[in-house]
């Protein structure tokens, strides 16, 4: 008999439960090849076979909010009613095989507009693509790319609509979670931090400023999503003197709680080049902090970056570090980690598809 695993045992988030507390995190695959931010069969059997692959909840690549907010113009949409159909065709296949399926809401700010991340690509920030209009909280570039226009009220109004309407299309859709991306130098980061924030406005100078943009946008999603489950991602430090830190990530996630956000999704870095302590597990001791921030609350947290093992993940787990552990690059080659995951530390029947079964003496 092999003993229980908290990695493989439900988790209740908000009305609905994942078969575990793995989450496929969020990566963009520059794969819409019409331009047209709609998702592809290709999108299909990349989220399918992962849920196929034992993990509890996937969450669908950074996805634009308006055609100017995408990485590169192969990213995803939902800033249209005809991209729903797209996304509902993968939705279903996530769901037939027992995974929640989410959906990570974003706009790029002043990082939009690079080539697409492949192989066979110029490098991804290189620069900007020739015609594409930047936007950010203040004028300021990314190294490297060219200079944003500083959004003015009005625009960020029609933002926030943006980001409710792309939340609403999700849901139609068919998704169980909404993940904000609040991350990795995109927009919300930018008006987060005081290193690309300097606007003298409601929107700039102080922590509760700063966060006004983020705290509206939570605000008009929840209005859109009803009862489902509302993610919030977060860089927890920019590793950079005077940017963001844990004790301000802290601060934001109690903030983010109290608007109704139900998951904290920890990740950091990307608003700027920086040194950044890399090695196993290295962000877990961030959400560790906004863990415990967020005791007193329903909240739950996820954990990311450098997890690479069952037994990796599980310690994060049993330790109190997080709820919920997103595996990102070793899932690209091994969609079915999970799988053998389940093996090793318990009774692999939670998770191993019936057609599966004798792959189970591996
Ligand atoms: C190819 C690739 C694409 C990514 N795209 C996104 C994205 O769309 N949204 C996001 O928040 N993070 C993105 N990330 C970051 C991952 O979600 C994850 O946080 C990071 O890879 C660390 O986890 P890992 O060490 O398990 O890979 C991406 C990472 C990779 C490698």
């Known amino acids: 008999m092999k003993p229980m695993s908290m990695l493989f045992s439900p988790t209740p988030f908000r009305n609905t439960t994942a078969r575990n507390r793995l989450w496929l995190a969020p990566m963009c695959t520059y794969s819409a090849v019409q331009e047209d931010g709609h998702a592809t069969d290709w999108h299909t059997l990349h989220y399918g076979s992962r849920a196929v692959g034992g993990f509890g909840t996937i969450v669908v690549e950074a996805t634009a909010v308006s055609p100017e907010g995408r990485i590169s113009p192969r990213d995803l949409g939902l800033w249209d009613d005809r991209q729903i159909?797209?996304?509902?065709?993968?939705?279903?296949?996530?769901?037939?095989?027992?995974?929640?399926?989410?959906?990570?809401?974003?706009?790029?700010?002043?990082?939009?507009?690079?080539?697409?991340?492949?192989?066979?690509?110029?490098?991804?920030?290189?620069?900007?693509?020739?015609?594409?209009?930047?936007?950010?909280?203040?004028?300021?570039?990314?190294?490297?790319?060219?200079?944003?226009?500083?959004?003015?009220?009005?625009?960020?109004?029609?933002?926030?609509?943006?980001?409710?309407?792309?939340?609403?299309?999700?849901?139609?859709?068919?998704?169980?979670?909404?993940?904000?991306?609040?991350?990795?130098?995109?927009l919300i980061h930018e008006f987060l931090s005081p290193l690309s924030n300097v606007r003298t406005d409601e929107y700039g100078g102080s922590e509760e400023n700063r966060r006004r943009f983020l705290i509206r946008i939570v605000d008009a999603v929840r209005s859109a999503i009803g009862d489902k489950v509302l993610c919030v991602r977060l860089s927890a430090t920019d590793w950079t003197e005077g940017g963001i830190d844990s004790e301000a990530t802290c601060r934001t996630a109690e903030a983010l709680v109290a608007h109704g956000v139900d998951v904290l999704h920890v990740s950091s870095g990307g608003l700027l080049p920086a040194s950044i302590p890399v090695g196993p597990g290295y962000q877990l001791p961030l959400a560790a902090d906004v863990k415990r921030a967020v005791s007193g609350s329903q909240a739950k947290v996820v954990g990311v970056g450098l997890i690479s093992s069952g037994e990796q993940a599980e310690q994060a787990l049993v330790t109190g570090r997080c709820d919920a552990v997103a595996i990102g690059r070793v899932a690209l080659t091994d969609p079915y980690a999970p799988l053998r995951w389940a093996n090793r530390l318990t009774d692999a029947d939670s998770v191993m598809p019936a057609q599966y079964w004798r792959g189970i003496w591996a």
């Open 85 to 186: 159909e797209s996304f509902s065709k993968l939705v279903k296949a996530v769901h037939a095989e027992g995974a929640l399926c989410g959906v990570q809401i974003a706009h790029a700010g002043r990082k939009a507009g690079t080539s697409p991340a492949l192989r066979g690509y110029a490098h991804a920030f290189e620069g900007t693509q020739d015609g594409w209009t930047l936007v950010a909280p203040s004028p300021i570039a990314f190294p490297g790319l060219d200079k944003p226009s500083e959004l003015d009220a009005a625009s960020i109004d029609a933002l926030v609509e943006a980001f409710a309407q792309a939340a609403r299309r999700a849901v139609a859709a068919g998704v169980d979670v909404v993940e904000v991306h609040g991350a990795h130098g995109y």
